[in-house]
């Protein structure tokens, strides 16, 4: 699987941000996905997770109630809208798919908020 995340950019704080991930490749709809996130100087977070068949969601702590994932299957696509973003929310996002024992990782697409 190859995955390609889009939809990055600059928001001020309190804006929304609908970030993309395409997925080529076979079996796209049998693989759990997710989003992380990775900013300067600290470990890369889970944002974010949707299990194959997108009828069960997980969100990390500081984003409950203010991001939504999603995915379709039909268009190999999954998304992460981020609303009320805050400064805090600025970091390199990265898709994942994940299938035991497979894990795979999309480049990354820079989000910046400002204050």
């Known amino acids: 699987v190859q995955l390609q995340a889009s939809g990055g950019g600059l928001v001020q704080a309190g804006g929304s941000l609908r970030l993309s991930c395409a997925a080529s490749?076979?079996?796209?709809?049998?693989?759990?996905m997710g989003w992380f996130r990775q900013a300067p100087g600290k470990e890369r977070e889970f944002v974010a997770s949707?299990?194959?068949?997108?009828?069960?969601?997980y969100y990390g702590d500081s984003v409950e109630g203010r991001f939504t994932i999603s995915r379709d299957n039909v268009k190999n696509l999954v998304y992460l809208q981020m609303n009320s973003l805050e400064p805090e929310d600025a970091a390199v996002y990265y898709c994942?798919?994940?299938?035991?024992?497979?894990?795979?990782w999309g480049q990354g697409t820079q989000v910046t908020v400002s204050s």
């Open positions: 994942q798919a994940r299938s035991y024992p497979y894990v795979y």
């Open positions: 490749g076979r079996s796209f709809s049998s693989y759990d």
């Open positions: 949707i299990i194959w068949s997108g009828i069960r969601t």
